[in-house]
């Protein structure tokens, strides 16, 4: 996936991905956690993270634990990059500013 | 079906499905999608919500798919290039072809029969060809009872002596063995005379025969003999505990003119067990044998 800085549609599911990772943009999610977070579909939450990280907003990298000693497979986890940190935090600032003109 | 075979099927139909989709997306992603997927499958925890996951992962390959080709496209700049990823698009661009719509379909098809199994409305709705079957008890004399033979006191061959006390009376040698009861009885030790017969003994023993919740006609039909239109009466035999179920296993006593038929009667006898109803006697079940007829006809 590319890493450069593109503009994402943005939808109110990615909204609710984007504020699951902006509540501690240091945490490193895997797909799973997301969903249990936002409570959104796999059929529309793996897009969206396909999505955000083709836009460089995202960066995912393999779990590092032994699947056999942890006992189930490893994953894959997102987190924020600062690119992203920096559009999400933009696109939130702007909503707030569209709420409280 | 049990519930664990069922849990068992969801999840390997899970996974098959994840497996699928990831197939589905373009090369590089694929099998880091399908590691990805089935990790997070792993971290459900009920098997409706995997399947559900498998299904959402089965549905994004689309959006991934036409994202991944829009960005493809655009970032071909040669006509060649364009071409290439025309015709790689042209491939995967169809929403439901052939292979996938049969897919679904299966999987349709097999999650209606699971339904049905699992709610029990197969046998209001599944009609096999049209049978019908009837079981006719056999009212059969109850067999002779085994009881220890009652003597019976010759009392008239007492000889009282009027001239000696009541105490002393005499007996005359009783050929035949006495019953203790009998000497108990008030009128015999009140001396008298006459002749005293033993009380009957009165059985009343209720044949049994199949019960509620025996097994239905359209089990145990043989499909081999409803196509051959082989139709007959078979009379089984089987022998049952007090509870109902089969203490041998039963037997023909009369075939019904085929052994295809025959069979399905043996089965449908087995299959019975726990569900015939005892053979009382004075209200109490007991072990017992009966026969009884199990007609296979097509008619109807």
């Known amino acids: 996936m590319g890493k450069e800085d593109r503009e994402v549609r943005m939808s109110l599911q990615t909204l609710k991905v984007l504020e699951a990772f902006l509540e501690n943009p240091t945490d490193q999610l895997?797909?799973?956690?997301?969903?249990?977070?936002?409570?959104?579909?796999?059929?529309?939450l793996y897009p969206i993270l396909l999505r955000l990280e083709a836009a460089g907003w995202f960066v995912s990298r393999w779990e590092s634990i032994n699947p056999s000693s942890a006992g189930r497979p490893r994953r894959r986890l997102y987190r924020l990059t600062p690119t992203g940190l920096k559009?999400?935090?933009?696109?939130?600032?702007s909503f707030n500013r569209g709420v409280l003109a | 079906m049990t519930s664990e075979r069922m849990v068992d099927w969801v999840d390997r139909a899970a996974v098959c499905l994840v497996h699928n989709a990831a197939r589905r997306t373009p090369e590089p992603l694929s099998e880091r999608l399908a590691e990805e997927w089935l990790a997070d499958l792993a971290a459900r925890r009920s098997g409706f919500s995997r399947l559900r996951l498998a299904v959402g992962c089965y549905w994004a390959t689309y959006s991934i798919a036409r994202e991944r080709r829009v960005a493809v496209v655009a970032a071909a700049s040669s006509r060649l290039a364009h071409s290439n990823i025309a015709t790689f698009t042209g491939e995967n661009s169809t929403v439901f072809s052939t292979r996938t719509a049969t897919f679904l379909l299966v999987v349709s098809l097999h999650a209606a029969v699971l339904c049905g199994l699992a709610v029990g409305v197969s046998s209001k709705f599944i009609k096999l060809t049209p049978t019908r079957f009837e079981i006719h008890r056999i009212d059969q004399a109850p067999p002779p009872v085994d009881l220890p033979p009652v003597a019976k006191p010759d009392l008239n061959a007492i000889r009282v002596d009027p001239q000696k006390p009541v105490d002393n009376l005499t007996f005359e040698q009783d050929p035949l063995p006495r019953s203790g009861d009998l000497m108990d009885t008030p009128r015999d030790a009140e001396g008298g005379t006459g002749t005293l017969t033993p009380p009957p003994v009165v059985i009343n023993r209720v044949q049994g025969g199949p019960g509620i919740g025996f097994p239905s006609a359209h089990d145990?039909?043989?499909?081999?003999?409803?196509?051959?239109g082989e139709q007959g009466i078979a009379t089984v035999r089987a022998c049952v505990d007090g509870s109902g179920?089969?203490?041998?296993?039963?037997t023909i006593v009369q075939s019904a003119g085929s052994s295809r038929l025959d069979d399905g009667a043996l089965t449908l006898a087995i299959a019975g067990s726990g569900h015939y109803r005892a053979t009382t006697e004075n209200g109490k079940p007991v072990n017992s044998c009966y026969a009884f007829r199990i007609?296979?006809?097509?008619?109807?």
């Open chain 1, 30 to 44: 895997s797909g799973a956690e997301v969903h249990q977070r936002c409570k959104i579909a796999s059929g529309t």
């Open chain 2, 220 to 228: 145990f039909y043989p499909a081999s003999a409803i196509r051959r």
């Open chain 1, 87 to 93: 559009r999400a935090s933009e696109v939130f600032a």
């Open chain 2, 245 to 250: 179920r089969l203490t041998s296993n039963p």
């Open chain 2, 295 to 300: 007609r296979f006809d097509l008619r109807n």
